[in-house]
């Protein structure tokens, strides 16, 4: 949630309209599932020349995502970097009323979504290869509810706590864990 110390709240459209590039949202999540790497590693995980690396870091650093981490080089010549934040959340009603703000929020919403889509299509590509203890837990699955506002703000909530939840279970160390992605939406559906 917002109130976290991890979590960077955005409201500035810039920083949306930055972090909306497919390319810069995948070195964050990089990042943050990895943790810190250098421009090298970045580079051979994402499939993209070492400088356009180092310019769309640079363009997350402007904004706040990323941040150096100068004390893990073993040389001058050696960049590392870390995800600045665990977290980046926006509230689009907070958006509503400024149309410069919410066009970036979408912009942003739609580019990482994409970026979802993306991630589930190689996890299927990769599905007959996994374990099936790992295909087992796998679930996909959707529900049409019929809810007031207060409702969707209390499911929201629940939603939430949930996910922080497990996260804090979440620990990559153990020796059988690997990166779960766990993404929910709830909306008012067209009429």
Same mark, same amino acid.
């Given at each position: 949630m917002a109130d976290e110390p991890s979590t960077l709240h %955005?409201?500035? #459209?810039?920083?949306m309209r930055a972090l909306a590039h497919p390319t810069r949202i995948r070195l964050l999540g990089e990042l943050r599932i990895r943790g810190p790497q250098t421009v090298g590693m970045l580079s051979e995980i994402i499939d993209e020349a070492v400088g356009s690396v180092s310019y769309h870091l640079g363009k997350l650093a402007e904004h706040g995502f990323v941040r150096e981490a100068p004390e893990l080089a073993r040389n001058r010549r050696e960049r590392w970097w870390r995800a600045a934040h665990a977290r980046t959340d926006w509230? #689009?009603?907070? %958006?509503?009323?400024d149309p410069e703000r919410r066009l970036a929020s979408d912009l942003l919403r739609r580019a990482v979504l994409q970026r979802y889509v993306a991630r589930f299509e190689a996890y299927l590509d990769a599905e007959a290869t996994l374990d099936p203890a790992w295909v087992r837990g796998t679930t996909s699955s959707d529900s049409f509810l019929h809810l007031t506002p207060d409702e969707l703000v209390e499911l929201r909530r629940e939603l939430s706590e949930l996910g922080a939840r497990w996260q804090a279970r979440s620990n990559p160390d153990r020796p059988d864990a690997r990166t779960v992605t766990l993404i929910w939406q709830a909306y008012r559906g067209p009429q």
């Amino acid at each position: 949630m917002a109130d976290e110390p991890s979590t960077l709240h %955005l409201t500035d #459209p810039r920083a949306m309209r930055a972090l909306a590039h497919p390319t810069r949202i995948r070195l964050l999540g990089e990042l943050r599932i990895r943790g810190p790497q250098t421009v090298g590693m970045l580079s051979e995980i994402i499939d993209e020349a070492v400088g356009s690396v180092s310019y769309h870091l640079g363009k997350l650093a402007e904004h706040g995502f990323v941040r150096e981490a100068p004390e893990l080089a073993r040389n001058r010549r050696e960049r590392w970097w870390r995800a600045a934040h665990a977290r980046t959340d926006w509230e #689009p009603v907070d %958006l509503l009323d400024d149309p410069e703000r919410r066009l970036a929020s979408d912009l942003l919403r739609r580019a990482v979504l994409q970026r979802y889509v993306a991630r589930f299509e190689a996890y299927l590509d990769a599905e007959a290869t996994l374990d099936p203890a790992w295909v087992r837990g796998t679930t996909s699955s959707d529900s049409f509810l019929h809810l007031t506002p207060d409702e969707l703000v209390e499911l929201r909530r629940e939603l939430s706590e949930l996910g922080a939840r497990w996260q804090a279970r979440s620990n990559p160390d153990r020796p059988d864990a690997r990166t779960v992605t766990l993404i929910w939406q709830a909306y008012r559906g067209p009429q």
